[in-house]
């Protein structure tokens, strides 16, 4: 599984304003997200694994985000995020799933090694307690999942 980075935003139409979704095609270098916290260390209540609201996990050719924007608040923004370093192309689907439903993006994308894409969901409002998790849909390979960012 590869990430490409391509330059660039599309915005498809959505049938809603809670479910606006953005493709975009990040150009800049990739912004180091902290490790996450050593075993034995206890986790915050809320927050995730790679930053306050931000989970993250390590693929074999690349890496997978999801981070909770304007956290705390009603409505919420959640952004799924994959930055591809090796592989070859992929086509994907960006999902999340907000331990009551699971909320999809509006079409398949391809990515290459070198690619950094995201999708964004505007508008969200999430059950209370909401575990938010991001997930890769690879045509072909499977779903592939961060662990989850707590919400209290």
């Known amino acids: 599984m590869s990430v490409v980075a391509m330059a660039g935003t599309s915005q498809a139409a959505s049938p809603s304003p809670a479910a606006t979704k953005q493709y975009q095609v990040i150009r800049t270098a990739h912004v180091e997200i902290p490790a996450a916290s050593p075993k034995g260390i206890a986790r915050p209540n809320t927050g995730g694994n790679c930053d306050y609201y931000v989970s993250c ?3 074999s050719n690349g890496t997978l985000y999801v981070s909770v924007l304007d956290a705390g608040s009603s409505p919420s923004e959640v ?3 994959y930055s591809k370093t090796g592989g070859g ?5 960006f999902e999340y799933n907000d331990g009551s439903s699971l909320h999809y993006d509006q079409g398949t994308f391809s990515q290459s ?3 950094t894409k995201s999708y964004e969901w ?19 390979q499977g779903n592939f999942q961060t662990p989850p960012v707590y919400m209290c």
């Open 57 to 59: 996990t390590s693929l």
């Open 89 to 93: 192309t992929i086509s994907a689907d």
């Open 79 to 81: 952004l799924d995020q």
């Open 113 to 115: 090694s070198g690619q």
């Open 122 to 140: 505007y508008q969200q409002y999430l059950p209370s307690c909401a575990q938010v998790v991001g997930i890769l849909a690879v045509r072909g």
